[in-house]
């Protein structure tokens, strides 16, 4: 199985700054990508932003230009960092993993942006 820890949530004024970290263990196999998924109250789940392992990246439409998502640690470890937040960034932010031993989910981070 494949365990995925996540860190780095907390609550920062809008405008703020925040990098998220998510790193896998266990039988992971080979990496076909790590992303993180975004869960506002009331509201579905969201892409925000992916990353393969031939580096290529996906950002959602809302956070093009604000978000990066990178990797290291042989592709272990994936990275969000978030800037120039806003309020509607607000929410449970998931790490998600798919490789060839399977998909795994974190438990989520919270991310509270406000004043």
């Known amino acids: 199985q494949v365990q995925l820890m996540e860190s780095g949530g907390g609550t920062v004024q809008p405008g703020g700054s925040l990098t998220l970290s998510c790193t896998a263990s266990?039988?992971?196999?080979?990496?076909?990508?790590m992303a993180w998924v975004r869960q506002a109250p009331g509201k579905q789940r969201e892409l925000v932003a992916s990353i393969t392992s031939a580096d290529i990246v996906y950002y959602a439409d809302s956070v093009k230009g604000r978000f990066t998502i990178s990797r290291e640690n042989a592709g272990n470890t994936a990275y969000l960092q978030m800037n120039s937040l806003k309020p509607d960034d607000t929410a449970v932010y998931y790490c998600h993993l798919r490789s060839n031993g399977g998909g795994a989910w974190g438990e989520g981070t919270q991310v509270t942006v406000s004043s």
């Open positions: 266990g039988s992971i196999g080979s990496i076909y990508y």
